[in-house]
């Protein structure tokens, strides 16, 4: 198993190596035949209205699937030791789902309910980004559907997942909405059509149902 770990406005010492590797080595123990990579980073934060400072994040790369814990407290050992309690409760989730997959000989089959696309996200505001970049991510996109989509959004722990539609070929997003449910934002074609319909014009059948009560996004 690789163990990759990663500072931010803080020297890795050799103890605090040892401690990562003890945790975290701990946490992932039982589930070393699913988990390809680990990475953690630790980071302090300079600014002093932030609390708590001391942040641990861990990130698992498991046969395909991204998994994804983090904690902050006053002190970063405590930090190392709530995130590797966190993780390893997000394996185990991870394993059980896996299991219950293999055991389930007819999943059931539940329908899309298609809303009305909303043309414009961002009305008369004005889009503002960043000063800086202050983070670059790189990850693998393989194609798949809404319902692994949904399943890997709970375990990296966002309240959004970018992913590539297998059934489209194109970048989606689902999001959980503030009122409960799930989102999914899909780029429009030029003939001001959604994406996803096929040549009847009609939306496919796909293994979720997203809970759509209002047109607003976050």
Known sequence: MKLVIHGKNIEITEAIRDYVHQKIEKAVNHFQNITNEVDVHLSVARNPRINPKQAAEVTIYAN???IRA????????????????????????YKERRQDKKTQSQPTTEVVVPEPVIPDLIGDRTP???SEVVRTKYFSMPPMTLAEALE?????????YMFRNAET???????ERNHGGYGVIQPRNNNGH??????????????????????SVK
């Open 169 to 175: 070929g194109e970048i989606n997003v689902i999001y």
């Open 194 to 215: 959604t994406n996803g319909k096929n040549g009847n014009g009609k939306v496919s059948h796909n293994n979720i149902v997203m809970q759509e009560k209002s047109h």
């Open 128 to 130: 503002e980004l960043p």
């Open 70 to 93: 983090e904690e902050s407290s006053e002190n970063l050992y405590a930090s190392i030791d709530l995130v590797a309690d966190k993780i390893a409760r997000q394996l185990r989730k």
């Open 64 to 66: 395909g699937s991204v």
């Open 152 to 160: 890997q959004l709970q375990l990296v722990g966002h309240d959004f």
